[in-house]
């Protein structure tokens, strides 16, 4: 069954620090998300992303953040001065046809900020 | 914004009980999904429905969508030790409403069963 990968597993790193995570969703998808959650709360909406383009942005996905699909086939989510508050699983996830169509998400990395 | 509120947050079960979460939006949803989360791992599809009224059964799930379209239940008859995580249901809703590129979930009902 096709999967979402995602590197790394879990990336630490110091306050004010750029992180980039890293994503391949199903390829034959054609709306790729990124999703967080704090540790046992609820699944948070960031980011879409359709056409090569945002689609839809949560508050939470500020100045800070950005992603791009470089190749055709990563999908990167960049953080680029990470907070205290950052720390949680980021979850990429693709689908068919967004919002109308299952989603499959990744097995998430873990952002742990110190 | 438009929510999708899911309760109850906790449910502790004995193994062969039956357990129900429910799911509710503000406003009326094209469809509704749902996922399974278990305990370290990843949400994971488990069914859409898109009919007002819709009843879909897996196995000992039933999952079912209510004639406003508000409205989603998912019932698992005769827990199992295997049906343990958090079970999310999720509509494209968003701040202004429908949304056609996202998911908004439910804060999720953490199901234990205890053997």
């Known amino acids: 069954e096709p999967e979402v990968t995602q590197t790394p597993s879990h990336q630490v790193t110091q306050m004010g620090q750029e992180v980039i995570l890293r994503c391949v969703p199903i390829?034959?998808?054609?709306?790729f998300y990124w999703y967080r959650q704090i540790l046992g709360q609820k699944v948070e909406f960031l980011v879409s992303?359709?056409?090569?383009?945002?689609?839809?942005k949560s508050e939470i996905f500020d100045d800070q953040f950005s992603v791009e699909r470089p190749d055709g086939s990563n999908f990167t989510l960049k953080i680029r001065s990470t907070k205290l508050e950052d720390s949680a699983m980021y979850f990429c996830?693709?689908?068919?046809?967004?919002?109308?169509?299952?989603?499959?998400f990744g097995s998430g990395t873990r952002l742990t900020v110190v | 914004g438009q929510q999708v509120m899911q309760i109850p947050q906790y449910q502790h079960v004995q193994e062969g009980e039956d357990f129900t979460t429910y799911c509710n939006s503000s406003?009326?949803?094209?469809?509704i999904q749902w996922y399974k989360q278990r305990p370290g791992g990843h949400p994971v599809f488990l069914i859409q429905?898109?009919?007002?009224?819709e009843v879909k059964k897996q196995k000992r799930l039933t999952f079912q969508f209510g004639e406003a379209k508000k409205n989603s239940s998912l019932h698992i008859t005769a827990t199992q030790t295997t049906d343990v995580g958090t079970y999310f249901c999720?509509?494209?809703?968003?701040?202004?409403?429908?949304?056609?590129?996202?998911?908004?979930f439910g804060q999720g009902t953490i199901l234990t069963v205890h053997p």
């Open positions: 996830a693709s689908s068919e046809g967004g919002a109308g169509y299952g989603y499959t």
């Open positions: 390829s034959n998808h054609l709306y």
């Open positions: 992303f359709y056409n090569n383009e945002i689609s839809e």
């Open positions: 406003t009326t949803l094209s469809n």
């Open positions: 429905l898109v009919k007002s009224g």
């Open positions: 999720a509509g494209p809703v968003g701040a202004g409403g429908t949304s056609y590129g996202k998911l908004t």
